[in-house]
């Protein structure tokens, strides 16, 4: 079995990736600048990837029928956006770190403008780090009402492949 490494590693110009900048900026409501860093498009486990200053801070995901840049766990961690955000209880982080999908009952506080199949981040209730990136299957104020059943569909998560990848 061959290993899963970054492939097709470029460096590239702001220009070239402003249009990923702005579409992670109307996903997340951030202003980022990173017009001067240092910065890189690669490919990893079927994954379009930008790595600023070495970091891998988004990545391209398929919903639906469209593709959306979205931040990373270490993107999250970077810029920390204050909306598309469900947080967990304690209870509920081991599952979460070996990959498995956000039931609703863990669920204690959800963004209200969460909507039924946008990408959202998922964080630690009692000290707000991130944990995880998945698509909400309900809505935010159903996410915080719901007592069983699955809310969240993981996505990417601390100590998956692409948060273990060395860059």
């Known amino acids: 079995m061959s290993e899963k490494r970054l492939r097709r590693r470029t460096p590239?110009?702001?220009?070239?990736?402003?249009?990923i900048i702005e579409e992670i900026t109307s996903h997340t409501g951030l202003n980022i600048d990173i017009s001067s860093?240092?910065?890189e498009k690669g490919h990893f486990d079927g994954k379009d990837i930008l790595l600023?200053?070495?970091?891998?801070?988004?990545?391209?995901?398929?919903?639906?029928n469209e593709k959306i840049w979205f931040p990373t766990i270490r993107g999250i961690l970077e810029w920390m956006p204050d909306t598309r955000w469900a947080a967990v209880d304690h209870g509920a982080i081991p599952f979460l770190m070996n990959g498995a999908d956000c039931m609703g009952a863990g669920i204690h506080l959800a963004h209200e403008s969460i909507e039924k199949g946008e990408l959202i981040w998922i964080k630690d209730q009692e000290h707000s780090k991130p944990l995880a990136i998945g698509m909400a299957t309900v809505?935010?104020?159903?996410?915080i009402?719901?007592?069983k059943g699955k809310a969240i569909e993981t996505i990417h998560w601390i100590g998956d492949e692409l948060w273990e990848l060395e860059t």
């Open 12 to 19: 590239v110009r702001y220009k070239q990736v402003k249009h």
């Open 37 to 39: 860093k240092f910065l």
């Open 52 to 64: 600023v200053d070495r970091k891998i801070l988004a990545f391209l995901i398929s919903v639906g």
């Open 139 to 143: 809505s935010g104020l159903d996410m």
């Open 145 to 147: 009402k719901m007592v």
